[in-house]
């Protein structure tokens, strides 16, 4: 009588314990299916082949164009990421083309480049001469438009007519056309072969 007793004390308790154990696994089920269905992300945006034009009112003659393969924005943490960047600026004298791999700005601020920078700067057509138009490379770079200024502190390569120049680190003014190269700096002279050779 005494062991079916104490039999039927462990069954309950088991039973107990069974019960338990599946309420609180039932418990974790719908927690974790909550956490699944958080809410949506902040608002988003995203383009591809887009342009951006910006002109200036006081000054109509300079403009700048931005254009890219893909532009992601997040309204969030105001952060714009793109890909193959172009920046096209013009004043009455150069054209200045800016192009990477990458870029990526924090609240429309300076623009960060990344992968393959170049810069190209023409004169414009009334300037130009015979003169090739002077390019610039390095891996990264900002540029900051407000200011029109340049920043790197990579390796640059600068190549102008008749002459390259390589150094690390650059500050750079767009509108002043001042180039200076922080360390490192060495220039190699190229003549030029085509007037070397001909008669006087």
Do not use: C
Request: charged residues 15%; glycine residues 4%.
């Amino acid at each position: 009588m005494r062991l079916s007793t104490l039999r039927i004390t462990l069954f309950t308790l088991v039973l107990g314990l069974v019960a338990l154990w599946v309420s609180h696994q039932k418990e974790q089920t719908t927690l974790s299916n909550t956490n699944t269905h958080k809410a949506p992300e902040p608002y988003h945006w995203s383009a591809t082949q887009s342009t951006t034009w910006e002109f200036s009112r006081d000054q109509p003659e300079k403009q700048s164009t931005i254009q890219t393969a893909t532009w992601h924005y997040n309204e969030t943490t105001k952060l714009s990421q793109f890909t193959q960047p172009s920046i096209i600026l013009t004043t009455p004298k150069t054209i200045t083309v800016i192009r990477s791999q990458k870029g990526q700005t924090l609240n429309d601020e300076a623009i960060q480049l990344s992968g393959d920078v170049q810069i190209n700067q023409y004169l414009t057509s009334r300037d130009r001469g015979n003169t090739k138009p002077s390019t610039l490379n390095t891996q990264n770079l900002t540029y900051n438009a407000s200011q029109a200024e340049l920043l790197s502190r990579d390796t640059i390569t600068l190549t102008q007519t008749g002459s390259v120049t390589t150094g690390v680190g650059l500050h750079a003014n767009l509108e002043s056309g001042q180039f200076q190269l922080m360390s490192n700096v060495k220039t190699t002279y190229q003549p030029n072969t085509t007037n070397a050779s001909s008669p006087p």
